[in-house]
């Protein structure tokens, strides 16, 4: 029998109380890995070997994933791998994992910006752990671990913008088409090489480069292994804009101040807009309005709806 305290006048039991957050910790834990399942492609049913590949690619370490969380709800993430242009290692792959998953319960969170140490984006994947796995099954299992990944970080509730800076070649290429837009510095450039290595994408970055150019100019893209430089980037719809420094501070600087344009207000209703704005990409027109309405439904009668309401703004 456990010691009794007290509690607005009620003898609580300590053990009863232990069982009850060991109950609600679990009860998030078990919502965290629904969570997780439902924002991801591929399970078991798929062939999928998470802990093998996972396994595997610890065997390619070096190099880092950073995730500093600013006051004001922007996020900065930066991939670290300066020796190698920052190309993903296996470590670096398993560490982004970890970073979606620290983002997808930042509830203060707005906004996102990926970005790359030492003045470059990403030169892709570590061709030493590429060569290391070319075999059928390592290349399906990395696959679909970074097709999991990169679909969580699409659809994190946070307005998301990759800041490319020298290179984002092949993989690198195909993180920048995950975020919801792209800023570009002078003189760097997206360029999908898959092509020159024999590949296509398979990081998911076919499909979403088809969503955001057109069917056409994506088919350019891959099979002609374009370097795309800013002014290409703008034409195509790729990046929104040039930004006018092209060192890692300034250019950092811009793009919070670009970001911020659309992260002000609380984090409630900026995560709901990216929410249904997912959801109408993503969804058929029906399951895409109930999701909407459900949204909808989280934000009606809010703090900020009611705050709204009391301070009745003209949107002159
Ligand atoms: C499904 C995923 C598909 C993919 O991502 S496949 C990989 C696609 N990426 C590539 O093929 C990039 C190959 N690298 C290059 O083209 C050039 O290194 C690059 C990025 C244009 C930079 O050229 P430079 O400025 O002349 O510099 P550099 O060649 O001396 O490179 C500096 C050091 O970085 C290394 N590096 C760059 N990208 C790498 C990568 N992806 N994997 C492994 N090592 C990579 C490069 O080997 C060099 O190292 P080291 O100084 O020779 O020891």
Known sequence: MGALVHRNGLPICIKEMAADLWKSLLQT????????RRASLYDCAHGYQEELIKKKLQ?????????SKEGNGIGILTLNNPRLMNAFTGTMMLELQERVTELETWKEGKGLIVCGV????CSGSDLNAVKAMSNSEDGMNMCMFMQNTLTRLMRLPLISVALVQGKALGGGAELTTTCDFRLMTPGSEIRFVHKQMGL???WGGATRLVQIVGHGAALQLLSGAVKVDPEGALRLGL????????????????ARAWLSLYTEGPASVIQAVKKVVT????????????????????VWGGPANLQALVRRPKHK
């Open 59 to 67: 065997q390619f370490p070096g190099g880092s994933i950073n995730l």
């Open 239 to 254: 990046s929104e804009k040039t930004l006018v420094s092209s060192d890692e501070t300034g250019s950092l600087e811009e």
């Open 29 to 36: 834990a078990k919502e965290k890995i629904i969570q997780q």
């Open 118 to 121: 030492g003045n470059t984006f």
């Open 200 to 202: 296509v994408p398979g």
């Open 279 to 298: 959801a109408g990409k993503e969804l058929p027109l029906e399951a895409a309005l109930r999701t909407e309405k459900d949204v909808f439904g989280s």
